[in-house]
């Protein structure tokens, strides 16, 4: 199959510089005819995730190797800010880019604080500088501080994956690898590291390479995804609004599966949506002006607003003439949402709705409401 070019890298937060490069990067293995990798160039810029996904044998988890020298390429270049890897040595090359894998990989005889700081240690950083960075990072991985004295063994499988997550990031290095990082954990655990991942990239700006076979996860997770076919012939180089609304061939749109167009609502926020002021009156409103409103919107209900909050709902036939919207008994809306909640989970939550409506709001206030309708409108476009 023809190796298709990469796209030129899309700007990056830094000014659209590359951080990593590789170049006609290609490894074969004894005693086998065909490369595991074969020419692969495609270039990761500063403070992205780029995410490789593939089929078995695409070369995956080789190329992540080949970046930080686990495994030396055949032939070919990786470059690591703009200097070739070959020019130091695999164990100072190592300490500047953090390693995660499914494994996790905790050394078992040694504690959690022991193991997240295993670089710092070989760096040579004192005991108070250690103990301050695995204190903090063991709280920004949402891991309580007292678990430091405790031994992987002891620990939940998510837990042990976010220790090693904090080890990767001890030295503060600025590349992360994570080679299937979260395939060993079910799927609810495996969506709350997910959003946590998305946090800790928001927060600190790392440039990230993770692979995986999940197309969804790399959804999520990549501002750009290599599509790779075995023998890591790259097939497309896109980001995950490129890959979705134009697949370079037939490979790439069989791997990106069915329900394209729902693939496309995880990328947008449900701020992003036709957010509408909705059925709602101020709670100092009359029964009269709420009557009036509700017959507009088309339905039998009323919000009620104290200011910029949303108060909750009401029946329009549960309304006293003689009193004011607000001093009624409200009922909760069933379903409210935050405005960076993705379409396509708030399209889950809407379909179980009476009204086939959810609240978006900003923490406490009222940023408008989402209806079905819209939903669909944006599946059109």
């Not at 086939?356 to 944006?378: C, K, S």
Request: glycine fraction near 8%.
């Amino acid at each position: 199959m023809q190796q298709t070019a990469p796209a030129p890298a899309p700007a990056s937060p830094a000014g659209g510089e590359s951080m990593i490069e590789l170049r006609q990067l290609t490894k074969r293995f004894p005693g086998s005819d065909t490369p595991a990798v074969d020419g692969l160039s495609l270039t990761v810029p500063r403070g992205e995730v780029v995410v490789l996904v593939g089929p078995s044998g695409c070369g995956k988890t080789t190329t992540l190797k080949m970046i930080n020298r686990i495994i030396e390429p055949t032939s070919g270049t990786v470059l690591l800010d703009g200097t070739d890897t070959t020019q130091r040595a695999p164990h100072e090359l190592r300490r500047d880019i953090g390693y995660v894998i499914q494994q996790i990989g905790l050394f078992p005889h040694k504690t959690i604080g022991q193991n997240v700081a295993t670089v710092p240690r070989l760096l040579g950083w004192d005991k108070d500088r250690i103990q301050a960075r695995t204190t903090e990072l063991l709280q920004r991985m949402d891991l309580d501080p007292a678990l430091a004295s405790r031994y992987p063994s002891e620990l939940s499988g998510g837990q042990r994956q976010r220790v090693g997550v904090a080890r990767a990031l001890a030295a503060d290095p600025p590349v992360l690898l994570m080679d299937e990082p979260y395939g060993a954990v079910d799927p609810l655990v495996r969506t709350r590291l997910q959003d946590q991942l998305l946090e800790l990239q928001r927060e600190l700006g790392k440039t990230i390479v993770f692979v995986t076979h999940d197309i969804d996860e790399a959804i999520k997770l990549g501002d750009r995804i290599a599509i790779l076919n075995v023998g890591g012939v790259l097939e497309q180089y896109a980001t995950p609004t490129e890959l979705l609304r134009s697949p370079a061939n037939d490979f790439v749109r069989s791997f990106l599966g069915a329900e394209l167009a729902l693939k496309q609502l995880s990328l947008l926020s449900a701020s992003d949506g036709d957010l509408v002021r909705g059925p709602v009156v101020d709670a100092t409103a009359s029964a009269d002006d709420a009557r009036r409103v509700a017959t507009e919107e088309g339905v039998d209900w009323i919000g009620v607003l104290d200011g910029d909050e949303l108060r909750g709902w009401l029946w329009v036939d549960d309304l006293d003439p003689t009193r004011r919207v607000g001093d009624h008994d409200t009922r909760e809306f069933r379903v409210v949402i935050k405005g960076d909640t993705s379409l396509r989970g708030a399209l889950d939550a809407i379909v179980t709705t009476r009204n086939q409506v959810a609240v978006v709001t900003d923490g406490p206030h009222y940023l408008g409401m989402l209806f079905i309708e819209d939903v669909a409108r944006r599946l059109a476009t």
